[in-house]
T-cell receptor, first 111, second 116 residues
Framework: DAGITQSPRHKVTETGTPVTLRCHQTENHRYMYWYRQDPGHGLRLIHY???????DKGEVSDGYSVSRSKTEDFLLTLESATSSQTSVYFC??????????FGPGTRLTVL | EDQVTQSPEALRLQEGESSSLNCSYTVSGLRGLFWYRQDPGKGPEFLFT???AGEEKEKERLKATLTKKESFLHITAPKPEDSATYLCAVQPPTNAGGTSYGKLTFGQGTILTVHP
């Protein structure tokens, strides 16, 4: 257990509404990542952070923004949710050997 | 662009029937190759890291090996509890500034089902 929690674990929302997903870690890791996982696409990186207030885009960042105001929290925001953002979202932290440890995931459905 | 391809997409085995999963990659200057196990409804669970060709890692019935072009996950005498999706990921070399930020590129996974 890498001490990673995600909230909420499940969410159903409507198209056009803003949504914020939270990732919380308890072990002071510098690097944190947000992925989405979809059938046929595997895990794809949305955004990542390499320190407080230091973030950058991954391969599928359109429609998403992130913030990291504290080491332990990394927030993913969908400014105006669309049905194409229905997915399972995973947060991860980077370990000492460059391996990543994942949280339990958030299942998001956009109607 | 870094490519990671896993095969087969799905594998069905009888309990005790050994087999191998494949992960091929096109990254040059690989900094690390990672194997994960993912159970339905859960996040990926880290299994192994391999850094250089010829390296092997073992854990219970699993053994991971690495060549310059691919990695294999060998499963010896599998049990039903080994049923899961197995993912591999690669870490490309650092950029010109010397930092990769630990980003990984994942394959699409192999769904393993072991029947009793």
């Amino acid at each position: 257990d890498a001490g990673i929690t995600q909230s909420p674990r499940h969410k159903v929302t409507e198209t056009g509404t803003p949504v914020t997903l939270r990732c919380h870690q308890t072990e002071n890791h510098r690097y944190m990542y947000w992925y989405r996982q979809d059938p046929g696409h595997g895990l794809r990186l949305i955004h990542y952070s390499y320190g407080v207030k230091d973030t950058d885009k991954g391969e599928v960042s359109d429609g998403y923004s992130v913030s990291r105001s504290k080491t332990e929290d990394f927030l993913l925001t969908l400014e105006s949710a669309t049905s194409s953002q229905t997915s399972v979202y995973f947060c991860a932290i980077r370990g000492l050997g460059n391996e990543q440890f994942f949280g339990p995931g958030t299942r998001l459905t956009v109607l | 662009e870094d490519q990671v391809t896993q095969s087969p997409e799905a594998l069905r085995l009888q309990e005790g029937e050994s087999s191998s999963l494949n992960c091929s990659y096109t990254v040059s200057g690989l900094r690390g190759l990672f194997w994960y196990r993912q159970d339905p409804g859960k996040g990926p669970e880290f299994l192994f890291t391999l850094y250089s060709a010829g390296e092997e890692k073992e854990k219970e019935r699993l053994k991971a090996t690495l060549t310059k072009k691919e990695s294999f996950l060998h499963i010896t005498a599998p049990k039903p509890e080994d049923s899961a999706t197995y993912l591999c990921a690669v870490q490309p070399p650092t950029n010109a500034g010397g930092t990769s930020y630990g980003k990984l590129t994942f394959g699409q996974g192999t769904i393993l089902t072991v029947h009793p």
